[in-house]
């Protein structure tokens, strides 16, 4: 008995640019909007809703919709940063179930290496939180490393057990002629690069790249009605949940994500446990990412990370839990410096079997995509996809 | 010991936060805590996060506390101690540590507010450890 799903992935397209010298953001926005939609069997006139983020030029979905000629009846332009792409998957199902369109296209573009890196965005004095935080010079890597720095105290988590996240990254990246990084790596490579911020070293970080990808999710009805051989490659969405940690009004705790709930509720849906999952995709900014994320979904026990992803336990055909078998962002790309439509993507690839031979998990029934948006030690968004193959 | 600083980027502050940086300029840690359910918390707000009555009292802290976390910025320019410290008062705080052996610092170790001043007429309220 086939399980129930509100929607299906029908296409899914990655860009294969690291490195958008000449290409305008829109340009890359429309290209793999254009890519996702020949990969459904569908045209842009079949696109009857359309979400993005914040990395979308203009205001909201209005200046794409313009630029690509689309004809909507259903936007969403929610932006929870790097997750926001696993939460617009779940936001179209839930469109789609509702009757508010049938073909939602899902886009993702940026070309940050064209741009100066600088401190984050100054959201003025109107934003409540920065101001307590930006003048102690808070970044994105110091802010991760203080989850890191937590968790070790807490648990004893070592460097070298976080260095085996990028090790399986880097086992898989040597397969993917896109990645930007595919030399192997060791986890003595990783433990003496170079110290960025204590304890996560420049090998514990992602990399950053221009780039996108684009979904294009359709109703069962529209699943149904695609031709050979769109039909069977589409993925059932069978569960989604996202939901927001912060600094919990001066209550401030490091050792977990609001994984622990956005993961409960998209299991609770797909009406599955982690014992059924084949294969994850994690968004892993950094090492420490991906370790308390596992934690949090329940592949281990609070704490038993570092000894989980230990010894090449998700490296596909090594280890239990194959991750990131396209590279993720610490060896492949990392679009925007959003990390989670990639993601997906590469879980879609993976349940229609169309993953790298050297990488394909056999036999992949259900994969869980999972993103983390913001920042893990103040205010961040979890959201976490479980997708199945076609007959699952 | 480091006794270099780094650049402070400027506080934009809130309206119902400038009572918080007139403290700090003053030599004051001031937090804000609820009059009817008795709640601090951090950062400073006009409505209590715990209760959302609009019945809420700034009040000095005692500048004590504990490194909850902390991480040492070592690709800077100059580089520097992100922390949090989990106050006396029972709120957790963004700050830096400053004034020690970065390589020294621990988790829990007790500090206390220093007052440092920066451009623009503000005063970042850091911390440094108590010697034990």
Same mark, same amino acid.
């Given at each position: 008995? &086939?399980?129930?799903?509100?929607?299906?992935?029908?296409?899914?397209?990655?860009?294969?640019?690291?490195? &958008?010298?000449?290409?305008?953001?829109?340009?890359?926005?429309?290209?793999?909007?254009?890519?996702?939609?020949?990969? &459904?069997?569908?045209?842009?006139?079949?696109?009857?809703?359309?979400?993005?983020?914040?990395? &979308?030029?203009?205001?909201?979905?209005?200046?794409?919709?313009?630029?690509?000629?689309?004809?909507?009846?259903?936007?969403?332009?929610?932006?929870?940063?790097?997750?926001?792409?696993?939460?617009?998957?779940?936001?179209?199902?839930?469109?789609?179930?509702?009757?508010?369109?049938?073909?939602?296209?899902?886009?993702?573009?940026?070309?940050?290496?064209?741009?100066?890196?600088?401190?984050?965005?100054?959201?003025?004095?109107?934003?409540?939180?920065?101001?307590?935080?930006?003048?102690?010079?808070?970044?994105?890597?110091?802010?991760?490393?203080?989850?890191?720095?937590?968790?070790?105290?807490?648990?004893?988590?070592?460097?070298?057990?976080?260095?085996?996240?990028?090790?399986?990254?880097?086992?898989?990246?040597?397969?993917?002629?896109?990645?930007?990084?595919?030399?192997?790596?060791?986890?003595?490579?990783?433990?003496?690069?170079?110290?960025?911020?204590?304890?996560?070293?420049?090998?514990?970080?992602?990399?950053?790249?221009?780039?996108?990808?684009?979904?294009?999710?359709?109703?069962?009805?529209?699943?149904?009605?695609?031709?050979?051989?769109?039909?069977?490659?589409?993925?059932?969405?069978?569960?989604?949940?996202?939901?927001?940690?912060?600094?919990?009004?001066?209550?401030?705790?490091?050792?977990?994500?609001?994984?622990?709930?956005?993961?409960?509720?998209?299991?609770?849906?797909?009406?599955?446990?982690?014992?059924?999952?084949?294969?994850?995709?994690?968004?892993?900014?950094?090492?420490?990412?991906?370790?308390?994320?596992?934690?949090?979904?329940?592949?281990?026990?609070?704490?038993?990370?570092?000894?989980?992803?230990?010894?090449?336990?998700?490296?596909?055909?090594?280890?239990?839990?194959?991750?990131?078998?396209?590279?993720?962002?610490?060896?492949?790309?990392?679009?925007?410096?959003?990390?989670?439509?990639?993601?997906?993507?590469?879980?879609?690839?993976?349940?229609?079997?169309?993953?790298?031979?050297?990488?394909?998990?056999?036999?992949?029934?259900?994969?869980?995509?999972?993103?983390?948006?913001?920042?893990?030690?103040?205010?961040?968004?979890?959201?976490?996809?479980?997708?199945?193959?076609?007959?699952? | 010991?480091?006794?270099?600083?780094?650049?402070?980027?400027?506080?934009?502050?809130?309206?119902?936060?400038?009572?918080?940086?007139?403290?700090?300029?003053?030599?004051?840690?001031?937090?804000?805590?609820?009059?009817?359910?008795?709640?601090?918390?951090?950062?400073?707000?006009?409505?209590?996060?715990?209760?959302?009555?609009?019945?809420?009292?700034?009040?000095?802290?005692?500048?004590?506390?504990?490194?909850?976390?902390?991480?040492?910025?070592?690709?800077?320019?100059?580089?520097?101690?992100?922390?949090?410290?989990?106050?006396?008062?029972?709120?957790?705080?963004?700050?830096?540590?400053?004034?020690?052996?970065?390589?020294?610092?621990?988790?829990?170790?007790?500090?206390?507010?220093?007052?440092?001043?920066?451009?623009?007429?503000?005063?970042?309220?850091?911390?440094?450890?108590?010697?034990?």
């Amino acid at each position: 008995m &086939a399980r129930p799903c509100k929607a299906y992935i029908a296409g899914a397209y990655e860009h294969p640019t690291r490195h &958008a010298v000449d290409k305008s953001v829109a340009q890359l926005h429309a290209e793999v909007a254009r890519g996702a939609l020949a990969d &459904a069997g569908l045209t842009k006139d079949d696109v009857d809703g359309y979400f993005c983020a914040g990395d &979308a030029p203009g205001l909201g979905g209005l200046s794409m919709v313009e630029y690509m000629g689309l004809d909507v009846r259903y936007t969403d332009s929610t932006d929870t940063g790097g997750s926001a792409y696993v939460v617009h998957l779940g936001h179209a199902a839930e469109a789609i179930a509702a009757g508010k369109c049938s073909v939602a296209l899902i886009t993702l573009a940026g070309r940050p290496r064209m741009a100066t890196s600088g401190p984050l965005p100054d959201y003025g004095n109107d934003t409540p939180d920065l101001g307590f935080e930006t003048p102690f010079n808070q970044n994105i890597v110091n802010n991760y490393a203080m989850a890191a720095m937590r968790h070790r105290h807490e648990f004893g988590t070592t460097a070298e057990q976080l260095a085996w996240i990028k090790v399986a990254a880097s086992q898989h990246a040597q397969h993917n002629e896109h990645a930007m990084l595919r030399k192997v790596v060791t986890v003595e490579d990783v433990v003496n690069s170079p110290m960025i911020a204590d304890p996560l070293h420049r090998l514990d970080c992602c990399v950053v790249s221009d780039g996108g990808g684009a979904l294009v999710v359709v109703s069962p009805e529209i699943a149904k009605s695609l031709g050979d051989p769109h039909r069977d490659r589409c993925v059932k969405v069978l569960g989604q949940g996202d939901a927001i940690k912060t600094t919990n009004r001066g209550q401030v705790e490091l050792t977990h994500t609001a994984g622990i709930k956005s993961g409960a509720i998209a299991f609770e849906e797909a009406n599955l446990t982690p014992a059924d999952i084949d294969m994850v995709t994690i968004y892993d900014s950094f090492t420490i990412t991906v370790l308390i994320t596992l934690e949090d979904l329940g592949f281990c026990e609070k704490g038993q990370g570092g000894k989980f992803v230990s010894d090449g336990n998700l490296i596909s055909g090594v280890g239990k839990l194959p991750f990131n078998t396209d590279g993720g962002g610490l060896c492949n790309n990392h679009p925007s410096n959003r990390g989670s439509m990639t993601k997906i993507i590469e879980a879609t690839r993976q349940v229609r079997c169309e993953a790298h031979p050297k990488v394909q998990v056999p036999d992949c029934t259900f994969a869980l995509a999972h993103g983390s948006g913001g920042l893990i030690s103040t205010r961040l968004c979890s959201a976490t996809a479980i997708l199945g193959r076609y007959d699952a | 010991m480091s006794a270099q600083y780094p650049d402070y980027p400027l506080p934009a502050p809130a309206l119902d936060a400038e009572p918080f940086w007139e403290g700090t300029a003053a030599g004051k840690l001031l937090l804000k805590r609820c009059t009817d359910c008795g709640e601090t918390h951090y950062y400073p707000r006009a409505i209590c996060p715990h209760c959302f009555s609009s019945n809420t009292e700034w009040y000095e802290a005692s500048g004590k506390g504990s490194i909850y976390s902390f991480s040492v910025m070592r690709r800077a320019p100059v580089p520097y101690v992100i922390a949090y410290v989990r106050l006396e008062e029972g709120v957790t705080m963004m700050t830096n540590i400053i004034d020690c052996d970065f390589d020294t610092l621990a988790i829990d170790d007790q500090v206390e507010v220093v007052f440092h001043p920066i451009d623009g007429g503000f005063t970042l309220p850091l911390f440094t450890p108590i010697a034990a």
